[in-house]
């Protein structure tokens, strides 16, 4: 299953490319297409990294599963 990480490491490379290549078409210089291509890719990048960040599911614990001090068989995590 294609998931939201999965669209976004495909629209990295498709976005500096196809961005650089339309802007140079366009008339611009490719040493400035390049860096406005860029920007659009950091956008992707510290979207995918700090609005949808990747988290650790937290498990739900009940209260009768949950140890204490005095478990000889508590293990650290």
Partial sequence: M???YDIILGLIP????GITAILY???FALT???PMASVVTVGLIG???FVRAPVD???????????TQSD??????
Avoid at 14 to 17: F, I, R, V
Avoid at 57 to 67: A, C, H, I
Wanted: aromatic share 4%; glycine share 10%; proline share 12%.
């Fill in 25 to 27: 078409v366009g008339g």
């Fill in 72 to 77: 000889p068989l508590q293990t650290a995590d």
């Fill in 2 to 4: 294609t998931g939201y």
């Fill in 57 to 67: 599911p937290v498990p739900n614990e009940s209260p009768t599963q949950q140890t």
């Fill in 47 to 49: 979207h995918a990294m």
């Fill in 32 to 34: 400035t297409a390049i």
């Fill in 14 to 17: 498709l976005a500096m490319a």
